[in-house]
């Protein structure tokens, strides 16, 4: 489609909010009605709004003075996707496919493209919306940073930085105390978050998906360093770490949801252990949605500017199908299907992980040379 035939787009926010969301339907909307003369507007609620008609006209005003807001001023939804739609039919409460809703809403409002920012399974629900007709433009959203095809997505710097801060705080009451405390980052299936924040804030163990950990390692660890003349230990825990040969904590299900569970409760696992087996007084704290609320950072605001500027850009080029990133130190874009239903683990490679081994940090596995980590690493990632 030519730039030309664009006048009308819309703007949706999906899945969890995160820091930052603001700047991009700032970046996005100011670009496309200051440079471009379109008119700007705002779906509700993510895909929810689209099923059910919620959309409102974005002006310059509403616009203004939220690029230091956290949150989204559109709403959000995690558990809406319009192909899978729980709603109540006749009395009877269940999953139906509202696609054709949310295709008639666009058509509607007379819309030429749909900008929508999210993490992955928003952008398996717009690449499938994309196939239906829809003028697509994606733009990469998560605290946990694990989105495919972007080296790094808006609101992990955030939540990186308040992670940090929690840990150098109870790093102070940890060491008056004599204690063990365990911090537990969000992050689902991938270790981002708690790599970044511990590494960042010199965590004595960190636990992440990507490297099952052996509890009797982690006990030895604590054990040691008190045998060494330490006054606590602070472990770093990933939502998503998990017991070697064990499970990951499942906090609870939510059915509507894309993906339908929500983790939680390994930091206390982790804690309880210690304590049991090494008799140190040891305390977990769950950081939960405090990392996704509150202001962005800096670099938080100035990517999301850019990668807003550069959503609008595409959709003014009517290249749509696409998601545009941060890759290799650039703003560039990627097709959607390439990003849909994948998950960016923390590769064996990570530069961050190799130095943190390297400066000591122990990732729960038997405390051998730094070869013999990485080996048991591998074996356990074959698992
Ligand atoms: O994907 C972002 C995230 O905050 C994850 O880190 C976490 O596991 C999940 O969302 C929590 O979801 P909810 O907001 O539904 O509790």
Known sequence: MAGKCIRRVGILTGGGDCPGLNAVIRAVGKTLIND????????????????LDHVRPLSYKDLSNILTLGGTILGSSNKDNPFEFYSESEGKPGKRDRSDDALRT???????????????????????????GVNIVGVPKTIDNDLAETDRTFGFDTAVSIVSEALDRVHTTAASHHRCIVVE??????GWIALYAGAASGADV???????FDPKAV????????????????????????????????????????????????????ADIIEKETGVDSRAVVLGHVQRGGTPTPFDRALATCLGHAAAMLVMAGRFGRMVRLKDGKISDVELSKVADKVRKVPPDEPLLLAAMAVGTSFGVRRDLPA??????????RR
């Not at 920012?117 to 994309?130: C, E, H, Q, V, Y």
């Not at 040969?245 to 339908?260: I, N, Q, R």
Request: glycine share 14%; hydrophobic share 40%; net charge positive.
């Open 372 to 381: 013999g980590r990485m080996h048991a690493w591998r074996r356990a990632g």
């Open 185 to 190: 980052t969000m992050g689902r299936y991938a």
């Open 106 to 132: 666009y058509r509607r409002h007379r819309l030429d493209a749909l900008v929508c920012l999210g993490g992955d399974g928003t952008m398996s629900i717009a690449a499938r919306i994309a196939k239906m």
């Open 206 to 212: 960190i636990l992440i998906p990507e490297i099952p």
């Open 219 to 270: 006990c030895e660890v604590v054990r040691s360093r008190y045998d060494n003349g330490k006054v606590c230990t602070i472990i770093c825990a990933a939502e998503g770490a998990v017991p070697i040969g064990g499970h990951m904590v499942v906090e609870k299900t939510v059915a509507a949801s894309h993906d339908p569970i929500r983790l939680g409760g390994i930091g206390k696992v982790v």
């Open 36 to 51: 471009c003369g379109v008119e700007v507007f705002g779906v509700e609620d993510g895909f929810r709004g689209l099923v």
